[in-house]
């Protein structure tokens, strides 16, 4: 009889009324609805895998910068890296590396970071997809127009959230990984560059 009541009770209430935050969060994130798993999480480290997955990087070194585990620090650094902020990612790789001295994906990605960080400080160096801007925009209005203008129909123009979206769907889920393909990509697309 007990068994019965527990069952109506479940059905009535929701399966949800009897499971932890952390449990919920993680049905939430097998769902892949990772922000709303990120906000129901308790324990911080789950919270930030979640907003980690939901691209919400600052949100996740929120989280991780929590807990003081290696773990914890080799997580922010991924997500500080991802955000391009390349000295706070060698600080979390270091300090992942000091709790953990043999752990080799930390090394790996601390040298990457530093290589990043290298690029962005030398003169002249491109970032491509880090947003550094032009210095200066000069216009020419002596020449002639021979340009081409190209309209956008609104239900085709794409903006900065939907391109984010796309690109994150397709990123694979160990950083490292990405990462190396990803700075692979751009060496061998400036050696295909003609020098000046």
Do not use: C, H
Request: a neutral charge; hydrophobic letters at 35%.
């Amino acid at each position: 009889m007990a068994r019965w009541t527990l069952m109506v009770l479940t059905g009535l209430l929701g399966a949800s009324w009897f499971l932890t935050p952390d449990q919920q969060g993680q049905r939430l994130m097998n769902a892949e609805q990772f922000s709303a798993a990120a906000e129901t999480f308790d324990d911080p480290m789950r919270s930030g895998v979640a907003w980690y997955r939901a691209g919400e990087f600052e949100n996740a070194v929120q989280s991780f910068a929590r807990v003081r585990s290696p773990e914890s620090a080799y997580n922010r650094g991924n997500a500080w890296m991802l955000l391009g902020k390349y000295d706070k990612a060698i600080a979390s790789y270091q300090e992942a590396i000091e709790q953990r001295p043999d752990w080799k994906e930390a090394k790996d990605n601390l040298k990457i970071a530093e290589a990043r960080q290298k690029m962005t400080d030398a003169p002249g160096g491109d970032m491509g997809d880090q947003r550094l801007g032009a210095d200066k925009i000069v216009f020419d209005k002596k020449k002639s127009n021979q340009g081409q203008d190209t309209e956008v129909a609104g239900s085709r123009a794409t903006t900065d959230a939907n391109v984010q979206a796309i690109w994150l769907r397709q990123v694979q889920t160990q950083p490292a990984d990405f990462l190396k393909s990803k700075f692979a990509y751009q060496q061998a697309s400036r050696s295909e560059e003609p020098s000046p």
